[in-house]
C-alpha cells in the first residue's frame, strides 16, 4: 500500500479504535486483499484480533492470515461473539458502497466503517451534507481545470487517478495509438505522483505532465464527469467512471494489457504499443558497484500486491549466493534489504541499467516487471497465489508477462536450479 493511504488508514483505525475500543469489539475485515493484510498487521500490534475476512470469492474460502479465517459474508452471524452490536466490519476495499449494501442485504446491522477513502467524489448518499460536500468539490475542480486549461492552453488533457507503475505503463504505452485515431495532439499527463511521472518520462519528453494530490485529481476528475469536458479523458480501467470491465472479468479472462489496450481505449487487440525511449534512461551513476552478468537485482516489496512468503526470498538470495552472485534488493524508503544482499535504491528512469548490468532480475509481480518487461536480462516474476478481486482468474492469468523468461507462482519449494 502506497505510505499516503497507509497513514491514512493508520488515522482512521486510531480514530475508530478510541471511540469505540475495537479491542472489546468482534471484528472483522470485507475483502481479501493486500491492504486489508496490511490493516490486520496494524492492528495486531495494538493488541487488537480480527476474527474473520470476508469475501463473496469461492477461491479465497478458508485462506488463514494470522488467525483470520476468510468467510463468506453470510457466515458473519456464526463468528460473531455478544450480539451484532458488538461487531464491526472495517473496509479497506474501494469497493466500500457495495459491500456495505450487501451486509445490510443480509440483514447484518451491526457496525462498518470505511478505513481508507479511495474515491473522495464517491459518496453514495442523497443527504443535504452529501449533497453540499459534493458541489463544493466539483467547484474546486472546476477552478483547478480552469487553471490546467490556462497554463496548458489547446492540450488534451488525460487523468490517470490511480497510484500504480503498471497502470501508468500501459495506459501511456497505447495512448499513440489511441490519440492518432482521434486526433489528439498536444497533451498533458495529470498523475497523483512523481513516480508516475517518471515512467511517462521513459516514453515522452514532448507532452507535459502535472501532478496532483490524489484528492485535488479526483475534484478535477468529478468536473470532468460533471462538465462532459470533451478535451479531457480519464485513462484508468478499475474506476466505475470510465468502464465496467470487472464485470467482464467474471466470465472471460482479460490480462491487464488487454483491458488497457481495447478496454480503456477501445484499440484493435493486434495493436502495437509503444516500447520506452532508451535514450530518454539515465545511467544508475553506482553501476560499477554492481558485477557485470553476474549479480540479481530481487525486488521483493510491492505496495498493492499481497507479499509472499519470506522464506521464498530467502531460498533464492542463498542459492544464488552459494553461485557466486553478488545479490541486491531494490528497495525504496524505510524498505529493508533482504538478509545476505545490499540495498540499492535506482531511480525509474535508473533501473534499466542496473537491472541489464546485473543480468539477473527476479522480483515480486508488480508494476515494476511491466517497466522491465524491454529489458535485455534474464527476468523471472513471481505472483502471489491469489485470485484477482473475487474472480475466478489467477493473478498470473491477469498479469503475465510474455517478455518474461519465467512467470512462476508463489511456492515454498521452487527449485532455483531448474530456474
Not at 497502470?167 to 497533451?187: L, N, S, V
Not at 470510465?242 to 467474471?250: F, H
Not at 530481487?298 to 545479490?327: E, H, L, N
Not at 478481486?389 to 532455483?416: G, H, L, M, P
Request: hydrophobic residues 35%.
Amino acid at each position: 500500500m502506497e505510505k499516503k493511504l497507509f497513514d491514512e488508514m493508520v488515522q482512521n483505525l486510531n480514530s475508530i479504535d478510541s471511540k469505540l475500543d475495537l479491542q472489546q469489539k468482534t471484528v472483522f475485515l470485507f475483502g481479501h486483499c493486500n491492504a486489508t493484510l496490511e490493516c490486520i498487521d496494524f492492528l495486531e500490534k495494538k493488541g487488537i484480533k480480527v476474527k474473520g475476512i470476508l469475501d463473496n470469492s469461492i477461491e479465497k474460502q478458508g485462506i488463514i492470515y494470522k488467525d483470520a479465517k476468510v468467510i463468506y459474508p453470510n457466515q458473519i452471524f456464526e463468528y460473531i461473539d455478544g450480539g451484532q452490536k458488538n461487531a464491526i466490519v472495517l473496509i479497506t476495499s474501494r469497493f466500500y458502497a457495495a459491500m456495505l449494501k450487501q451486509l445490510r442485504d443480509i440483514g447484518y446491522e451491526g457496525i462498518v466503517r470505511k478505513v481508507i477513502d479511495y474515491n473522495t467524489y464517491a459518496e453514495y448518499s442523497l443527504s443535504k451534507e452529501t449533497i453540499e460536500r459534493m458541489t463544493k468539490r466539483e467547484q474546486h475542480g472546476e477552478l483547478l481545470l480552469e487553471e490546467l486549461s490556462s497554463k496548458y492552453p489547446g492540450c488534451f488533457k488525460v487523468f490517470c487517478p490511480f497510484n500504480a507503475l503498471g497502470d501508468i505503463y500501459f495506459m501511456r504505452a497505447y495512448f499513440p495509438a489511441f490519440a492518432r485515431e482521434k486526433g489528439i495532439g498536444k497533451t498533458v499527463f495529470c498523475v497523483p505522483s512523481k513516480v508516475l511521472s517518471g515512467v511517462i518520462r521513459l516514453f515522452d519528453d514532448e507532452n507535459d505532465i502535472e501532478v496532483y494530490e490524489p484528492k485535488e485529481l479526483d475534484a478535477m476528475i468529478q468536473a470532468v464527469l460533471y462538465t462532459r469536458d470533451e478535451n479531457s479523458y480519464i485513462a484508468h480501467q478499475d474506476r466505475p467512471y470510465v468502464i465496467n470491465l470487472s464485470k467482464a472479468l467474471y466470465i472471460k479472462k482479460i490480462n491487464l494489457e488487454q483491458i488497457y489496450c481495447c478496454g480503456v481505449y477501445g484499440l484493435p487487440v493486434d495493436t502495437v504499443p509503444e516500447k520506452p525511449r532508451r535514450e530518454l534512461m539515465r545511467v544508475y551513476p553506482e553501476l560499477e558497484k554492481i558485477p557485470s552478468n553476474n549479480a540479481v537485482i530481487f525486488s521483493p516489496y510491492a505496495k498493492s500486491v499481497t507479499a509472499i512468503d519470506f522464506r521464498v526470498w530467502s531460498d533464492a538470495v542463498s542459492y544464488y549466493t552459494k553461485q557466486g552472485y553478488k545479490c541486491f534488493t531494490n528497495v525504496v524508503g524505510e524498505e529493508m534489504p533482504l538478509d545476505g544482499t545490499e540495498a540499492i535504491s535506482p531511480s525509474i528512469s535508473e533501473l534499466f541499467s542496473v537491472v541489464e548490468r546485473a543480468g539477473t532480475f527476479i522480483g515480486i509481480r508488480s508494476g515494476l516487471c511491466d517497466i522491465l518487461r524491454e529489458a535485455k536480462a534474464k527476468k523471472i516474476a513471481i505472483y502471489p497465489d491469489y485470485n484477482y478481486c473475487d474472480t475466478k482468474w489467477k493473478s498470473i492469468d491477469i498479469y503475465y508477462i510474455k517478455q518474461f523468461d519465467r512467470n512462476i507462482v508463489e511456492a515454498k519449494d521452487i527449485i532455483w536450479d531448474n530456474l
